[in-house]
């Protein structure tokens, strides 16, 4: 069994991390404190094929492995949550979601300039009366002739401000039974008449990060803009859920990490009682969780990334890998601000905005809760994954790196 | 056009340095990596390329690790990687070193310029790049912040070379050797082709008879200088004297005071 | 091979570099235990018989003066060619010259055309068993190093500025100049010196005796307007942390650090620095350091001699007028 990861995911794992430390550590903190937006960090993502990282190039990508993805967003979350909350709402749920269920033509309408960073992409599922109970979207789609009419409120969407497609589930049919058949998803683009969004202000993390609603008013959709068949849309939404799930589990992992250097760091220079904090136990006890979890993170989202590359169903590691780090990156937060003592309660020292930003990954793309009813599920043998009609296509390097279809 | 970048592997810049007992030098679990002075050649090199075509070889004399400075400097864009070396060359000083590297340029045949960083990280001699270029009767062009230009068919180059009190323009004629400083680019990231092409390419290594370097001029043999001892720096023992007065005023008058008894103003 | 000891006096614009006393110092040293001279090497276009009895002041016993258009500029192949020549005559114990950038490719230059070892940048010698034992920093200073060169002659050593002390001038010593001539025709040198731009303005850090730094708590360009004002009344050179480096608010010239120069002066005001690891490999070795800044966990203060904790915008202005109170 081979754990060692390729030079390939060496080098990117570098080069992210270089470009996450001389563009985006300087800065971020102001950015944070303000709860604004700096476009250029999406623009220089975009502008280095980041975007595109684990999109094939024929469609626009830079056409490393899932692997790379996860260590990219390691890297990314390493220096702040919101650079890889875009890798999750863009690579992970919007554009991994149109490689894995789009035709050929969705693709490269929409695939295509995602993956190039020429339009960003974002996921609109939550609604104000619905998160984890996602049957219960009230947002609807009527069709008429060629088109649908989307109606209906989208909260908590990443991006919504700056995206310019989204993925849009609703109800086609909302008294189906069972409810769930009643979901269809589509892509909606910023541009069509009656797509208004905003920003949501006042959140506890993720401030450096756009997070909004957007609002659909009759918004007449094309029939080729929808995803997959009247009906389908609940099963796209879950299996966008396990490539977007599998970033944050990546990306909790990066911040463990930030927890334990920033701890070891000041283990070392603040001195009490004529020595080094590093040397008293209580210390050592906090350190040495730390240690573990992030070994343990990273186990979990390099297996499900593995199963990812060998086009293996990984709906319930990614779940194992989400719920375990995300849980883990808040109490190594808590625990870094702890032996940060006064200093860590303040903005001076980076440990607290770890902290406000670890919660936010307990709550989204399904709670930790929902992560604690999938596992018991699969594990009393309740809940079996069938084959889905379109499978996350298995990494293939030759695919995904020459350019001309040579069908 | 042709242009050879020399280049090494060292520790990262942030390595816990220490040494033991026995002088063996070590760096924890520091990755190492291409010495960061070398990425500005690199990148000089890249951009002289896109201005005026031609190939870009990356040369490192070096034992295995040393395919790690080799792979990144391809993963930025450098075209072809040549690795130099024997068990031989270890315990070398820059008189040793210096003469391999202009041996290995020499076999290459047709570079136009070859490219230093100011410095490695490690022994921070500033010296190799300087005694190559002599050694192969080239001018010397170091602590080059700007390439003002280049005529490649009339093989010239003009540079500002940064020195203490200000840049000297100079003008040499092509094949010439050029040290960068900081401040000539910014060096560019790895991009994903550039690390699928690293990842990917076999890294030939060329041996001491190749090159047509005598085994008694390479490494500890061929060395003039030996470093008998390395050790810690002491530490100093202490905190600094803070000085807090009553005011600001107070506080700086005292610091006058203790700095003018230390005779430093 | 004789006992006596070389140094190469670095001139520019007629100024001699205040490294090369420093070596003529440590040189005097080394020529009194092993019982030889001290002969310097002076080369440029002209007027230099100032410099050359100033040498003779700090301890040289010979002064071989060139002076010739070519050599007008510092041009390492045709310094380098003189110098060899000068030092197979004379076949010195040892070849000093300080570890300014001039010095700093003469010295592999030469090492390469004589064959021997030149030990870069050291900040200790000391003579054991008919050697020069050198000390010098590995690793940014992490780590030191001794190093010797047994068995080739000359042993060349360049000195790190500051490292070694100025000797005090005397008037009143008596040496020798000797005029030489170039060794090579202009027609014969390959590169062409066809212009300097002086730095603006300012003190040269690496020769700066006294430096005032800025770092990242000087918040912006304009905060560096008090530092500047600092160094005036301090005649001082201004340096930088590489974070004000990086965010542009002062150019890379200023930079002290792994990344940027070394500096070794009598006294280093750091002002709202925090004194990374990286920085503190740039100036750890100066005389006196003193710390302005608002954390008082900061690092620097370890390393600092003295130290303020206060908003240096208000400190700053405080140390400058009450200096010129009482500097006047």
């Known amino acids: ?407 | 056009m042709h242009i050879v970048v020399c280049t090494k592997h060292t520790p990262d810049t942030e390595a816990k340095m220490s040494v033991d007992g026995a002088g063996n030098i070590s760096w924890g679990e520091s990755p190492l990596i291409i010495n960061p002075w070398d990425e500005y050649a690199v990148e000089e090199a890249l951009l002289l390329r896109e201005k005026y075509d031609g190939k870009v070889t990356v040369v490192s004399v070096g034992p295995e690790e040393a395919v790690e400075a080799l792979k990144h400097a391809i993963a930025m864009g450098c075209d072809e990687a040549i690795r130099v070396w024997d068990d031989a060359c270890q315990g070398a000083d820059t008189l040793a070193t210096s003469y391999v590297l202009a041996r290995t340029i020499e076999k290459i045949g047709d570079a136009d310029l070859i490219l230093f960083g100011k410095s490695a990280i490690d022994a921070q001699t500033w010296q190799t790049g300087a005694a190559v270029a002599r050694r192969l009767g080239m001018p010397a062009l170091m602590y080059t912040i700007k390439i003002a230009e280049l005529d490649p068919d009339g093989k010239t180059i003009t540079v500002e070379r940064l020195l203490e009190e200000g840049r000297q323009i100079v003008t040499a004629p092509l094949p010439a050797v050029v040290g960068t400083t900081k401040g000539i680019n910014e060096p560019r990231y790895t991009s994903f082709i550039g690390i699928r092409k690293a990842a990917k390419m076999a890294y030939p290594l060329w041996s001491l008879d190749e090159v047509g370097a005598e085994i008694e001029r390479v490494g500890a043999a061929g060395a003039a200088v030996r470093w008998p001892q390395v050790f810690m720096p002491p530490v100093r023992e202490g905190e600094a004297e803070i000085i807090a007065g009553e005011t600001i005023e107070e506080s700086v008058s005292l610091l006058i005071d203790r700095l003018m008894e230390e005779k430093v103003i | 091979m004789s006992n006596d000891i070389f140094v190469w006096i670095e001139q520019f614009n007629g100024q001699a570099a205040s490294v090369s006393w420093e070596a003529v110092g440590m040189a005097r040293q080394l020529a009194d235990a092993m019982r030889g001279k001290v002969v310097a090497c002076l080369f440029g276009g002209e007027g230099l018989e100032p410099l050359a009895q100033e040498a003779i002041a700090y301890g040289a016993d010979v002064v071989q003066l060139a002076e010739d258009t070519t050599l007008a500029n510092f041009r390492v192949g045709p310094y380098t060619e003189l110098l060899a020549r000068l030092i197979r005559e004379g076949d010195p114990f040892a070849v000093l010259i300080g570890a300014t950038f001039r010095g700093r490719e003469l010295g592999p230059a030469l090492a390469v055309d004589l064959e021997t070892g030149c030990i870069a940048d050291c900040t200790e010698m000391t003579l054991e068993d008919g050697n020069i034992v050198a000390t010098r920093p590995i690793y940014a200073g992490k780590l030191m190093c001794k190093c010797v060169i047994p068995e080739h002659r000359p042993q060349i050593l360049t000195n790190r500025v500051r490292a070694f002390p100025r000797p005090e001038p005397d008037a009143t010593r008596n040496g020798e100049i000797v005029r030489v001539e170039p060794a090579l025709a202009e027609e014969e040198i390959a590169v062409k010196v066809t212009g300097f731009q002086a730095t603006e303005g300012g003190v040269s850090l690496a020769d700066a005796g006294v430096i005032v730094s800025g770092g990242r708590g000087v918040g912006g360009p304009e905060g560096f307007e008090p530092i500047h004002q600092l160094a005036e009344v301090l005649g001082a050179a201004v340096g930088a942390s590489r974070a004000a480096v990086d965010a542009g608010w002062i150019p890379y010239e200023h930079q002290v650090g792994q990344t940027g120069k070394t500096v070794s002066p009598d006294l280093y005001i750091a002002c709202g620095i925090s004194g990374a690891i990286q920085h503190q490999a740039g100036m750890r070795t100066s005389k006196v350091i003193v710390a302005i800044n608002k954390d008082p966990e900061a690092p620097i203060f370890k390393l600092a001699h003295y130290g303020i904790v206060g908003d240096l915008f208000k400190v700053v202005p405080v140390l400058t007028e009450s200096l010129k109170a009482r500097l006047a």
């Open chain 1, 1 to 407: 069994m081979d754990f060692s990861l390729t030079d390939e995911h060496e080098m990117t794992a570098r080069m992210v991390r270089d470009f996450a430390e001389r563009e985006v550590a300087p800065v971020i903190k102001e950015y944070d404190r303000a709860q604004r937006v700096n476009p250029d960090f999406l623009a220089r993502m975009a502008a280095l094929g980041i975007l595109g990282i684990c999109i094939p190039a024929r469609y626009g990508g830079a056409g490393m492995d899932y692997i790379c993805l996860g260590v990219a967003c390691e890297e990314l979350e390493r220096i702040d949550t919101s650079l890889r909350v875009v890798m999750s709402v863009h690579v992970g749920l919007n554009s991994l979601g149109l490689l894995q269920w789009g035709t050929e033509a969705q693709k490269q309408r929409w695939l295509v300039p995602q993956a190039r960073g020429e339009r960003y992409a974002a996921y609109a599922l939550t609604e104000p009366g619905a998160g984890s109970d996602v049957v219960a979207i009230t947002a609807t789609a009527r069709r008429e002739k060629d088109v649908y009419i989307l109606n209906g409120e989208k909260m908590w969407i990443s991006l919504a401000n700056v995206a310019h497609n989204f993925l849009v589930f609703a109800k086609t049919d909302p008294r189906a039974e069972p409810p769930h058949r009643g979901i269809t998803a589509f892509v909606v683009e910023r541009e069509m008449a009656g797509v208004t969004t905003g920003d949501i202000h006042g959140k506890l993390g993720v401030r450096a990060g756009s997070t909004g609603w957007i609002s659909m008013d009759d918004v007449e959709v094309p029939v080729e803009n929808r995803i997959g068949e009247e009906g389908e849309g609940f099963k796209i939404a879950m299996s966008c859920l396990d490539n977007g799930r599998y970033t944050v589990a990546a990306g909790a992992t990066g911040l463990i990490r930030a927890c334990l250097e920033a701890s070891l760091s000041y283990a070392q220079e603040r001195h009490t009682f004529g020595r080094p904090i590093g040397q008293h136990q209580l210390i050592q006890q906090m350190i040495a969780y730390m240690a573990r979890d992030y070994d343990m993170a990273r186990l979990l989202y390099l297996r499900a990334g593995w199963l990812k590359n060998l086009g293996r169903r990984n709906t319930r590691e990614t779940s194992m890998a989400k719920w375990f780090a995300t849980e883990a990156s808040f109490t190594a937060a808590s625990n870094a601000v702890q032996i940060h003592g006064a200093y860590g309660y303040s903005d001076e020292y980076d440990v607290e905005r770890y902290l406000r930003n670890a919660k936010g990954a307990c709550i989204y793309e399904g709670s930790s809760q929902i992560h604690e009813l999938i596992q018991a599920g699969y594990a009393l043998g309740y809940r079996q994954d069938k084959p889905l009609r379109c499978e996350l296509p298995a990494y293939d390097p030759e695919y995904w790196q020459t350019v001309e279809d040579t069908l």
